[in-house]
Nanobody, 124 residues
């Protein structure tokens, strides 16, 4: 079982930055046994892939965030980060982190464990 808690969301002006954190507690297994993905759900829209990092550190991004967002992990702290720079109003969404041992990185339904989400609002 893995519990995930996101933090770091908030209100920021367009062009600004935020760093989201996803802290995991995993009973029976170490955190580095899990891949972690970030997804977001904009208002009135379906949840979409943002970024993912594999167990071995492989990294994947949605085209819409490439060059602006950076995903990283610190296994010693059981934490995955999402650094978001040059934020746009269209980045406004609830951001979720998710974990699984072997997900299809871009597909949310392949992740077993989810956090509660953190709101990111980008104003113009």
């Amino acid at each position: 079982q893995v519990q995930l808690v996101e933090s770091g969301g908030g209100l920021v002006q367009a062009g600004g930055s935020l760093r989201l954190s996803c802290v995991a507690s995993a009973s029976g297994r170490t955190f580095d046994n899990y891949a972690v993905g970030w997804f977001r759900q904009p208002p009135g829209k379906e949840r979409e892939f943002v970024a993912a990092i594999s167990r071995s550190g492989g990294i994947y991004y949605a085209d819409s965030v490439k060059g602006r967002f950076t995903i990283s992990r610190d296994n010693g702290k059981n934490t995955v980060y999402l650094q978001m720079n040059s934020l746009k109003t269209e980045d406004t969404a609830v951001y979720y982190c998710a974990a699984d041992r072997d997900p299809s990185y871009y597909r949310d339904r392949t992740y077993d464990y989810w956090g509660q989400g953190t709101q990111v609002t980008v104003s113009s």
